[in-house]
Structure formats: structure tokens, C-alpha cells
């Protein structure tokens, strides 16, 4: 046989590399996560006022990174299986209920792969506001034929950023930090001078952080200003922030990456713990100060409001500089979104729980074909909705359902298999933060379904009806879940099982998780 007819023969890579260091999360997560916080609090300040808008970011952030710790346990559990908080759900219910592994993965799925058109939004509207105002390219719109998709320059300009996050993703974990820690660079600085340079400056003066507009809030929507609408609203929030700051579980996805599983996973759940804590509290001090409740209520765009923040605190040259590094920062979130949530769809298919076509590694040792499936999602998003925020709230429903699960999967974990290895092994009384964390994000998911009206989430692209979109955006975070389930359906068939509604595990512990047992 000649070579030019000598068959090339590709490996399947049947596990990602273990390739990563904790402070590649803290690159990947600690410098991004912050980032999210940006599209949420103008509303919230707006909304509930900037002293209740300032506390429920830190309780919110807490609490993510409380139960962030909780995951570190499981994670160490299965060293071997990624899919993160999803796969410790699974575990924790396959006895029980077979479907919330795929309930779980699906709603995870969905919130982290949405921040590829949130954020490619984002950067559309940032760079058009700061570096077109003025032009055709800023009012320029084509309908497209048969789809009545309103085309726009910042559209188009977040549609190149999707596939720039997916081009920088499929080429292998390796070049994906590497791009990573360039724009981890470029995103901190902005973020450290909207965060601090008030405080050094003195704008954090410029306006009271005291007061509250719940009441005027409620007024607004038509709802009971006493203490049942403020609840209702408080907790719609805090559904509603939860996609911002429990970006500390995150970290767990990437477990089976860490080279040192263990010890990887506990100082990056820390460490990004920590991080999003702390602009938890920097952030909305800094731009409610800055800005003041009425600035940010002119800003129906929910995110240009960041232009006049650079630009208050150093000044017109150094504040467009920023706004460039803030537009290419945040393609360190959409390339964080596309890691995370093809790892979650790449375990549904790796496990059995989906079709096996995405439980499947290319060449280069990452899950592209869950990527391509979150790159055209994405892209139908960007071109179908009305805004960001549409898109953000579409997968609040699914995220927070999948902490119910991991958290419950934990406490389950804890009662089935007493006597799995567990490399980290919590006291006790993380049994009851477990448990309390648990029931925490349910009641979330229940009262912010009630109330999310009232967030402004829902408004039409024309800002004229609050409620506008309130049933595509449950429409379509329940149509998401179903499909996950019809999926785990789907698989089953494709192994030769019969579809039950309980799948009781017959695994061993892994000889890794075995391995790092304290001596």
C-alpha cells in the first residue's frame, strides 16, 4: 500500500485532560464571574433601591459561595465524571428518580450556554454606544425575511463574538487557557476601576446609597405595597441574582480536569468564592454611588450605563480604553460559558443520559459537538429575542432546579453511600447548610416565577409592557427540561434498557477518588 492510501488513524479521547491548575478557575471563573454582576445591577438598584439592591447581592453571593463548598465534596466523590454539580445530582437520585440527572444537566446546560448571547449582546451594544454613536452603522436594522429577526450592527457584532468563543474553545483545553488568561488580563482592570476607583476617587459620594424604592416598584407593576409584595419581590431577585453570583459551583465542573483533584478543587471553590464575594459587595457600592438611581433609570438598555461609570471615574481618553478592554474581557465569559456548559451536555451524553451523539471528545480532548449545539442555540437567541435580559431570565429556571438537585443529591449522597471514599469529607454541620441551602433556592425558583414581572425582565423590546414575554421565557426554560428528559428517553433506548423511572447505581468508587484518600 502506498502512503498516500494509508488510512490515518485518530485516537478517541474517552476523558478530558487533566490539564488544569486551580488557578486556571480562578482565571476562568474568579476574574469572570464578576463580569455578570454587571448585567444585573442597574435593575436591581433601580428597582428595590441601591441599600436593599447592595444587601441582596451580598446574601446572594454568600450563599453561592457557601454551597460552592458543599460541591467540593461530591466533586471528590467522582473525580472521574464531569458534568459537575449536574453529575452529583444524578448520583445523589438515580435510585430515586432517574430523570433529575437529565432535569439537572439540561437546566445547567442552558444558564451557562446563554452567556455566549448574553454577553455577545453585551459587547454589540457596549462598542456600537462608545465607538459608533452617531453613525448609520448605530441605527442600521434589515428584517430578515421569514424569521421577522431584527437585524442590528450590535447584533452582528455579538453573533462574530459567539463564534470567536467557540473558534478559541474546540482547538483544545490547552489553547483555551492560554486565550483565557489573556482576557482574564484584559477584563480585571475595568472591573478593578468600576469596583475600586470610586472608593479612590470619592465619586462613590456622588449619590446616597441609602433608601429604598420597593414601594414605588410595586406601585408601578399594580402590586400590594405591604409586606406579602415586598417578599414576593425580594425573592424574585434573588432568583433572579443567582445566575450572576453562584458562579463559585462552577468550579466543580472542571473537577475531573485538575490535576490534583482534591486539593485543585478545594482552593478553586475558595478562591472563587471569595472573589465574587468581595465584587459582591465593591461593585453596586461603587456604580450606585457613581451614578445614582436616576442615571441608571434612563438606561433601559440595562448595560451602557458601564460607559458613563468609566468615563466619570478617569476620564473620556482612559474611559474609551477601558470600554475596549471591557468588551474584549467579556469574551472571557462567553469562552467560559462555552467550557462549562458543553462539559454538562458532553456528561449527559458520556453517562447515558442523552443522545450518545454528544458523549462524544473530538481530536483536540474537548466535547465540540456540545459546543456546536450551544453555538447555533445561541445564535438563534441573539437574532430572536428582544434583549440580554430576556435571554439571561430564560435560564434562571433550569440553573436554580439544578442546585435543588445537587444540593438534595448531596444530602442523599450522605445517607446512601456513608461509606464512599470522600477525599473531602465536610463536618456534620455542612449537612445542615446543605439542607437550608437547598430549600433556600427552592423557595426562589417558586416566588420568583410569581414575581418575575416585577424584576422588568419581561418588558417587550419596546419598554412599554412589563409582561410581555413572561410566558416565552417559562415556555422556554420548561421546553428545555422537557427536552433533556425526552433525551434521557432517547438514550435509554439507544443502550437496550427499558425507560424506568429509577436507575439504582452498581458502580464501585473510582481507584482516583480511592487514590486520594488521606494516609
Request: aromatic share 10%; proline share 4%.
Amino acid at each position: 500500500m502506498s502512503a498516500t492510501t494509508i488510512p490515518e488513524v485518530v485516537a478517541e479521547v474517552r476523558r478530558l485532560p487533566k490539564t488544569m491548575r486551580w488557578w486556571d478557575a480562578v482565571v476562568l471563573l474568579g476574574l469572570a464571574n464578576p463580569g455578570f454582576y454587571l448585567t444585573g445591577i442597574a435593575f436591581s438598584v433601580v428597582a428595590l433601591g441601591p441599600l436593599w439592591a447592595i444587601v441582596l447581592w451580598v446574601a446572594s453571593a454568600a450563599l453561592g459561595a457557601v454551597q460552592a463548598v458543599v460541591y467540593s465534596e461530591t466533586a471528590a466523590m467522582f473525580p472521574d465524571k464531569p458534568g459537575g454539580l449536574s453529575v452529583h445530582a444524578r448520583e445523589g437520585w438515580r435510585g430515586r428518580f432517574s430523570l433529575a440527572g437529565p432535569l439537572a444537566v439540561a437546566g445547567y446546560w442552558l444558564s451557562w450556554t446563554t452567556a455566549l448571547a448574553v454577553f455577545g449582546g453585551v459587547i454589540g451594544l457596549l462598542f456600537v454606544s462608545e465607538f459608533l454613536p452617531g453613525t448609520a452603522a448605530a441605527t442600521w436594522s434589515w428584517t430578515m425575511p421569514g424569521t421577522g429577526w431584527d437585524v442590528t450592527t450590535a447584533r452582528l457584532i455579538g453573533l462574530g463574538c459567539i463564534v470567536a468563543a467557540y473558534l478559541a474553545s474546540r482547538r483544545g483545553q490547552s489553547l483555551a487557557l492560554r486565550w483565557g488568561r489573556g482576557l482574564g488580563a484584559l477584563i480585571a482592570v475595568p472591573l478593578a476601576v468600576i469596583a475600586i476607583g470610586p472608593f479612590l476617587t470619592g465619586d462613590v459620594a456622588n449619590h446616597s446609597l441609602t433608601g429604598s424604592n420597593m414601594t414605588a416598584t410595586l406601585d408601578f407593576y399594580g402590586w400590594s405595597t405591604g409586606f406579602w409584595g415586598k417578599l414576593v419581590l425580594v425573592m424574585a431577585w434573588l432568583y433572579i441574582l443567582a445566575y450572576s453570583t453562584y458562579g463559585a459551583g462552577c468550579t466543580a465542573t472542571f473537577a475531573p480536569e485538575y490535576k490534583d483533584t482534591k486539593n485543585d478543587t478545594r482552593k478553586a471553590i475558595l478562591a472563587v468564592g471569595a472573589i465574587n464575594l468581595a465584587f459582591a459587595v465593591l461593585l453596586p457600592i461603587a456604580i450606585a454611588g457613581t451614578l445614582g438611581v436616576d442615571a441608571l433609570a434612563k438606561d433601559t438598555s440595562g448595560v451602557v450605563y458601564l460607559i458613563a461609570v468609566l468615563h466619570t471615574i478617569v476620564g473620556e481618553a482612559a474611559g474609551t480604553v477601558l470600554v475596549a478592554l471591557l468588551c474584549a474581557g467579556l469574551l472571557l465569559l462567553m469562552q467560559t460559558g462555552t467550557m462549562a456548559s458543553s462539559r454538562a451536555l458532553y456528561a449527559l451524553g458520556g453517562e447515558g443520559m442523552t443522545i450518545r451523539w454528544l458523549g462524544r471528545l473530538n481530536r483536540h480532548g474537548v466535547p465540540e459537538r456540545a459546543m456546536a449545539l450551544g453555538l447555533a442555540l445561541n445564535a438563534w437567541l441573539l437574532f430572536q429575542f428582544p434583549s440580554v435580559f430576556f435571554i439571561l431570565a430564560v435560564g434562571n429556571l433550569g440553573f436554580l432546579l439544578a442546585h435543588v438537585l445537587a444540593l438534595s443529591g448531596y444530602l442523599l449522597l450522605r445517607r446512601d453511600r456513608p461509606h464512599w471514599p470522600r477525599p473531602i469529607r465536610l463536618g456534620p454541620v455542612w449537612t445542615v447548610v446543605a439542607a437550608v441551602a437547598c430549600l433556600a433556592n427552592l423557595a426562589f425558583i417558586v416566588f420568583g416565577l410569581i414575581g418575575l414581572r416585577l424584576t422588568g425582565y419581561a418588558f417587550d423590546a419596546a419598554m412599554t409592557n412589563p409582561t410581555a414575554w413572561l410566558g416565552r421565557i417559562v415556555l422556554v426554560g420548561v421546553s428545555t427540561l422537557i427536552l433533556g428528559c425526552a433525551g434521557y428517553a432517547v438514550a435509554q433506548h439507544q443502550q437496550g434498557k427499558r425507560f424506568s423511572l429509577t436507575d439504582p447505581s452498581d458502580e464501585e468508587p473510582s481507584a482516583e477518588a480511592i487514590a486520594a484518600l488521606p494516609r
